[in-house]
């Protein structure tokens, strides 16, 4: 009997330890090394895998229909990879829009210039309408279509 409650007092003390070392499984490394994680709270739409996830959805009738509009292959296996990356490259090119007309604005409003006679030769020279107050937006679009091409 002593010998036995020896041997589980033994056990218990080099088991202790060896328990405590060892980090949680969630803890620590992330589960895909080498792949950027998504912050917390962060919505499908930021995040272009977890939109096609939730587009595929579950059920076997959504996941054929998934399939069949993004496979590009035979058996339409890599319609994951697709949506994602058509995804991605959608976001990309509407960063670079904005980036763009983001520029074409500011690029405006210093060729507008402050003066009263610069804002006249201004809309001058982009306006359209009868009174040329949308000379500041055909600006902008022209610019930014330039600064795309």
Do not use: H, W
Not at 105 to 127: D, I, L, N, P
Request: glycine share 6%.
């Amino acid at each position: 009997m002593t010998r036995t409650l020896i041997v589980i007092a033994a056990f218990l003390t080099l088991s202790v330890p060896a328990a405590l070392a060892v980090p949680p499984a969630d803890k620590g490394k992330p589960e895909n090394p080498g792949k950027s994680q998504s912050a917390p709270g962060q919505s499908a739409e930021k995040n272009a895998a977890k939109a096609c996830k939730a587009e595929r959805g579950t059920t076997a009738q959504s996941i054929e229909a998934f399939k069949q509009k993004y496979g590009t292959n035979a058996n339409k296996a890599n319609a994951f990879g697709k949506c994602v990356s058509g995804r991605a490259k959608a976001k990309k090119e509407a960063a670079a829009e904005d980036a763009a007309e983001e520029n074409a604005a500011k690029k405006c409003k210093a060729e507008r210039g402050a003066t009263a006679q610069s804002v006249e030769a201004f809309k001058q020279k982009y306006g359209t309408n009868a009174n040329k107050a949308n000379a500041f937006g055909k600006c902008v679009s022209k610019l930014s279509k330039q600064e795309t091409s």
